[in-house]
Nanobody
Framework: QVRLVESGGGLVQPGGSLRLSCAASGRISSINAMAWYRQTPGNQRELVAIITSRGSTNYADSVKGRFTISRDNAKNTVYLQMNSLKPEDTAVYYC??????????????WGQGTQVTVSS
């Protein structure tokens, strides 16, 4: 089955940087859009950044100019470079992707999440 596994979360001081990775594995034919979401307790999950299969990107206003989403199609991996981190960036970050398998076209998958804590 398809799996999305995030890594790179942790504790960082305000103003610091962190790079998240999400690798997709399984019987994958191709991956369409990939995205990063984040969620804090009691709040809805929000879109942080999204990148299409051709590299077009969009960002939430709250992270524009600070975060950069990128992907390595050969590795089925999406990254989120987070710079100038703020305490309000603290959340569980989730990877999301639209994936074509050899049996099911364009299904949506979620990773298990990785905790990012920005605190001094």
């Amino acid at each position: 089955q398809v799996r999305l596994v995030e890594s790179g979360g942790g504790l960082v001081q305000p103003g610091g940087s962190l790079r998240l990775s999400c690798a997709a594995s399984g019987r994958i034919s191709s991956i369409n859009a990939m995205a990063w979401y984040r969620q804090t307790p009691g709040n809805q999950r929000e879109l942080v950044a999204i990148i299409t299969s051709r590299g077009s990107t969009n960002y939430a206003d709250s992270v524009k100019g600070r975060f950069t989403i990128s992907r390595d199609n050969a590795k089925n991996t999406v990254y989120l470079q987070m710079n100038s981190l703020k305490p309000e960036d603290t959340a569980v970050y989730y990877c999301n992707a639209d994936i074509n398998t050899y049996y099911n076209p364009n299904l949506n998958y979620w990773g298990q999440g990785t905790q990012v804590t920005v605190s001094s």
